[in-house]
Structure formats: C-alpha cells, structure tokens
C-alpha cells in the first residue's frame, strides 16, 4: 500500500493590512477503507483567535478558524501523510441487474441518491443531453462500466486541458462549446452526462499523483477535481475525466459534494480596501514516502503560525 506525503499550502497577499472574517478549510483526506490517514498537521499565520473542526452535511472534514487581528497575508498549510490503497477498474464489480445500461437503483438506495441525480444545470437545447446519449448503443447491449469509461476517456482525448486560475466553474455546455477546460469543467460536464443518464454523481476534490513513473497524469501541483458515481454493487466509483483514470489510482480524496462550490479547499471573507488584495498563490506537493512518519498521528492538531481572508483556493 503505497505512503504518500501531501503538501498543501495557499497563500493570501495584500497591500495594507485587512481584517479577516471566518475561514472554512477542507484539506484534510477522508478516511476509508482505501485511504488511511497516518498523520495531518495544520499550520496558520497568523495565529487565529479559534479553531473548531467539524463534519459536513457529506461528512467532509472541515477546519472553521476565526481571527481578531489585522493582517497583510494569510497561510495555511496542510501537511498529511497517509495510506493509499489504488483500486484499478477491474476491481469494479456490479450487480448482475445492473451491468447492462439501462437499470434502476433498488428502492432501498433510490431516497438516499436522488439528489446526486438531480441535474444541477439548465440544458434548453438538450446539448449535453444528447452528447450523452450518443455513447449508448442502439442494440440494447451497452454495459454500463464501458458506458462511463467511454465518457471519461472520451474527455481526456477529445478535450484540451488548460489551466485556469480564476476561481468558479464553466457550465457543461460552454464546455463542449470550447472543447477545452480544467479539471473541475470536465468533472461538471461528466456530471451533468451521467446525470442525464439516470446515474448518481458527485464530485469530488483532491489531489492526483503520479502512481509510477511511466503514467503522466495531468492536474499536480495544484488540488485536483474528478467525478464518483454510484454503481450498485462497487458503490462510490472514482472517474477522473481529465486523465482517464476509473477507480481512485493516482486519485487522493479530500471532499465529496453534489456541486462544487460546496467541496473549496479554502473559503473565507476578508474586509479592506477593494485594492488591497495583491492575489494567492498555491502549491500542492504529493510525492510517496518510504517510511512510516516519525510523529504521532494528529486528528486536527494545529501548528498556529500563519493567516488571512480567502476567496477560492479550488484551482487545475
């Protein structure tokens, strides 16, 4: 099971100094079966007044900080160290009634998932609807992990990944206007696809690594953005439509939510003059490590030594 180390640090600058509302953090890996978190140390400069933690609606670990002093820079760095556990696509494994697409989800799962199926975005002219479409076969023999895969890949060769570092998200159809996006476009655009269908997903954010050195994926350096949908059977299947990856090797989850805008890395307030923000840098370091951390595990321990507002922090 590979160890990985994650280094995670957003930097706030401004002019003169501001003063600094409410920050929620989501750096921190979920836990699970597949992803076993070893250590996490939190860093912020400057020192806040509070720090709570606490669970989100999606059971997402969030770091809620609060300050009481004036700053001209905010930082927070996340340093993790865990366990990854990579599940390849032909572990996927679905229920009979369900591996050929069409299918329904049981009653039992249908209340739980259905506001993962709800589309989240208007398509007047049935355009995503009908890129969507286009993967399923005529002759009633589509199955369905194929189905998605070929949505997935079908992104990575067909689309031009460009970085951007403004924050929000394109709507899936100025997507496939363009041909082109980040990795949170493709995962919204491969949403809303898999939503048309009747599928349940979600997306998801992270960070992606490089699980050995002949695989080039693209997206390091900076958090990363990809899709789970829910396959009877597997349950929560990992889809990363920017590098074509299915199941979660290379992929290292940080926050689960029905839109994106609830799963930002870094999200807060700041008040100050309009031209006091001088801009936010970002730097993500994912790299494996060959032994066991030398520090105990810390659930939430914070090393308070930097600080500042934050707008969005969510970039690829």
């Not at 970002?282 to 494996?288: G, I, L, Q």
């Amino acid at each position: 099971m590979p160890l990985l180390t994650i280094h995670h640090s957003t930097l706030y600058r401004y002019q003169q100094p501001v003063s600094l509302g409410e920050h929620r953090i989501m750096m921190r890996p979920r836990e699970g079966f597949d992803q076993h978190l070893l250590s996490a140390r939190l860093v912020i400069e400057p020192e806040p007044t509070g720090l709570r933690w606490l669970h989100d609606v999606f059971g997402n670990s969030v770091a809620v900080a609060a300050f009481d002093r004036r700053t001209e820079k905010l930082l927070v760095i996340s340093e993790t160290t865990l366990e990854h556990a990579p599940l390849a696509q032909q572990q996927v494994d679905v229920e009979p009634y369900a591996r050929l697409f069409p299918f329904t989800y049981s009653a039992e799962d249908m209340p739980d998932l259905l506001r993962s199926i709800e589309r989240q975005h208007l398509d007047p002219e049935r355009t995503v609807d009908n890129w969507a479409r286009a993967f399923v076969k005529n002759d009633g023999n589509t199955e369905t992990v194929a189905l998605l895969t070929s949505i997935a890949t079908s992104i990575k060769r067909d689309f031009t990944y460009v970085p951007r570092h403004e924050k929000g998200t394109q709507t899936p159809t100025e997507t496939l206007a363009k041909r082109q996006g980040t990795c949170r476009d493709f995962a919204v655009l491969m949403i809303e696809a898999v939503r048309a269908l009747g599928f349940a997903a979600r997306f998801v954010s992270g960070y992606v690594y490089n699980p050995s050195r002949s695989e080039g994926v693209v997206g390091g350096g900076n958090t990363h953005a990809w899709v789970r949908i829910f396959l009877p059977g597997s349950g929560w299947v990992e889809f990363d439509p920017t590098n074509g990856i299915v199941g979660n090797r290379g992929l290292v989850r940080v926050a689960v939510a029905r839109d994106p805008y609830q799963a930002i890395p870094l999200s807060g307030t700041w008040f100050g003059l309009p031209s006091s923000y001088l801009g936010m840098d970002v730097e993500v370091d994912v790299h494996r490590t060959e032994h066991s951390p030398s520090h105990s595990r810390g659930d939430g321990a914070v090393n308070s030594r930097l600080a500042g507002p934050s707008e969005r922090s969510q970039r690829c």
